[in-house]
């Protein structure tokens, strides 16, 4: 297994930083009204204010967040690009996910930021309880044919 590493560098020279630059945690605190989520250190592009600010869009079509990550191996990165992020700490269960919304979340993030490698795996964070449940319900809408959400959906 490919070992990933955060690439804050990816951000910080990216086009939107100017417009929509934060760290993960405070995108996270947006919607879940407290830090400490992850490590401070993580910057991201922060999607929902880049389509509200810049394209003074509707954020309920993209992704959260996308952060720079590269693979690491023989003490150098390599393969760097970004990774679309979608927080859902405050899930209780998966009766609310449409694989559609989800889809469709992916589909305009990558529009958003095409000329840019993306990872191929999009990244759903759950708390702990949901994500086992989020993993069954991935799989089912996998074998339904999902085209975005259900290859490389992880919970963490």
């Not at 993030?109 to 964070?125: A, T, V």
Request: proline fraction near 1%; glycine fraction near 6%; hydrophobic fraction near 35%.
């Amino acid at each position: 297994m490919v070992q990933l590493v955060c690439q804050n560098d990816i951000i910080v020279s990216h086009p939107f930083a100017c417009h929509c630059q934060a760290t993960l945690n405070d995108v996270a605190a947006k919607d879940y009204q407290r830090t400490g989520w992850f490590d401070p250190r993580i910057i991201c592009l922060s999607l929902d204010d880049y389509e509200a600010k810049v394209l003074k869009g509707s954020n309920d079509c993209t992704m959260d967040a996308a952060i720079g990550i590269g693979n690491y191996a023989n003490n150098r990165v390599t393969i760097s690009r970004l990774m679309l992020v979608e927080l859902r700490m405050g899930y209780d269960n998966v009766d609310n996910l449409s694989a559609s919304s989800l889809e469709n979340k992916i589909s305009h993030s990558e529009n958003l930021l095409s000329g840019h490698r993306i990872d191929k795996n999009n990244y759903f964070i759950f708390k702990d309880g949901v994500a086992a449940q989020a993993k069954s319900w991935a799989e089912r809408k996998k074998k339904e044919g999902g085209e975005y959400v259900m290859y490389g959906l992880s919970c963490l």
